[in-house]
């Protein structure tokens, strides 16, 4: 059973940081891509960033892109989201989600097979 458990979300204020841990099991990650969404209340869930599990590339969204870096580590199979300048904007349920690599990198959210529960992230101005 494949699971991807999230945590290191919280309450910050404007300029923090946060690090997003997920947690993945359940079957080998290696020909996988791994991402991170956000959904704030009332609007849609959206792309933040991803990597591919075994060769590390990685792509961002521009809303992030130079605040935010996502990050692996096999030995422990755990996706990181190390989140630095944060804005409120930033604020909202952090979900970590993977798909198989042949879809590619750059792929919505719908075609991602596998999702956490999600990680509350708010940023206080």
């Known amino acids: 059973q494949v699971q991807l458990v999230e945590s290191g979300g919280g309450l910050v204020q404007a300029g923090g940081s946060l690090r997003l841990s997920c947690a993945a099991s359940?079957?080998?990650?290696?020909?996988?891509?791994m991402g991170w969404f956000r959904q704030a209340p009332g609007k849609e869930r959206e792309f933040v960033a991803a990597?591919?599990?075994?060769?590390?590339?990685?792509y961002y969204a521009d809303s992030v892109k130079g605040r935010f870096t996502i990050s692996r580590d096999n030995a422990k199979n755990t996706v990181y989201l190390q989140m630095n300048s944060l804005k409120p904007e930033d604020t909202g349920v952090y979900y970590c989600?993977?798909?198989?690599?042949?879809?590619?990198?750059?792929?919505?959210?719908?075609?991602?097979?596998?999702w956490g529960q999600g990680t509350q992230v708010t940023v206080s101005s």
């Open positions: 989600a993977a798909t198989p690599i042949v879809r590619g990198l750059k792929v919505p959210s719908g075609r991602y097979d596998y």
């Open positions: 359940g079957r080998t990650f290696s020909t996988y891509v």
């Open positions: 990597i591919v599990w075994s060769g590390g590339s990685t």
